[in-house]
């Protein structure tokens, strides 16, 4: 993957960056997706932020050798703070973290947020907490993906502040939008993933140890909705 021939996952997430927006993209690493942005004429201008200096550094040469520096700010700050407010950002990008992550990265920077800007996150697990955040600040899910990429699924979740939207315990563990389409990517990964949830269940019963009910509790909630979900 470079800026010229982006991954299948960020392809999609690229797919949802409106026409000519002012992108933020947060943990940038080699800054490959707002230069290729860039370089199809896309979008107007873009910022990288890094928090970690190597990547920081590869982001920095990505744009370089593409002669786009009056183009793209690289950035060496934490989530948001990479954004000035002269920026005019328009839409931020969050990919290749876990949603907790994510979610704490834009707790973390609300002040950096005008509430204008589409949100395209690309959460590696942890999508239920995220959706929960989106809902709590009033963003509505625009957009749900799911595909599939050497052998992982990835959810792609776009959300814009709208009307306040209340998501139900299901819809924020499954995904509302998915719930609605249930694609077969989405049907063959919570088939999957109810069997990891069967044996960690399994796992619990044998387990010497007391474990917290709650814990239990929890992980027997999902199997009773994964296996209603494909019944």
């Not at 982006?6 to 080699?30: F, K, Q, T």
């Not at 950002?89 to 707790?107: H, N, P, Y």
């Amino acid at each position: 993957m470079n800026e010229h021939t982006l991954s299948m996952r960020l392809e999609r997430v690229a797919a949802h960056v409106p026409a000519g927006a002012r992108l933020a993209d947060i943990g940038s690493d080699h800054g490959y997706l707002p230069v290729a942005l860039l370089r199809r004429g896309l979008i107007a201008a873009a910022v990288a932020g890094e928090v970690a200096a190597t990547p920081f550094q590869a982001a920095e040469r990505t744009v370089r050798e593409n002669g786009l520096e009056r183009h793209v700010s690289v950035r060496l700050a934490d989530g948001l703070a990479a954004i000035e407010p002269g920026d005019a950002i328009s839409a931020i990008s969050v990919c290749g973290m876990g949603g907790e992550t994510i979610r704490d990265i834009l707790d973390s920077g609300k002040a950096c947020l005008t509430g204008q800007e589409r949100l395209i996150l690309q959460p590696n697990g942890g999508e239920q907490p995220l959706r929960q955040w989106l809902m709590d600040n009033g963003y509505r899910i625009l957009v749900e993906e799911l595909l599939r990429e050497n052998r992982f699924y990835y959810e792609i979740i776009v959300a814009e502040r709208a009307e306040p939207r209340v998501y139900s315990a299901e819809e924020l563990y499954f995904g509302p939008l998915h719930l609605q389409a249930r694609s077969p990517d989405f049907l063959a990964k919570w088939q999957r993933l109810l069997r990891q949830k069967q044996k960690t269940l399994a796992g619990f019963e044998q387990a010497r140890q007391a474990l917290p009910p709650a814990k239990v509790q929890e992980v027997a909630q999902q199997v009773q909705w994964i296996t209603a979900l494909l019944a």
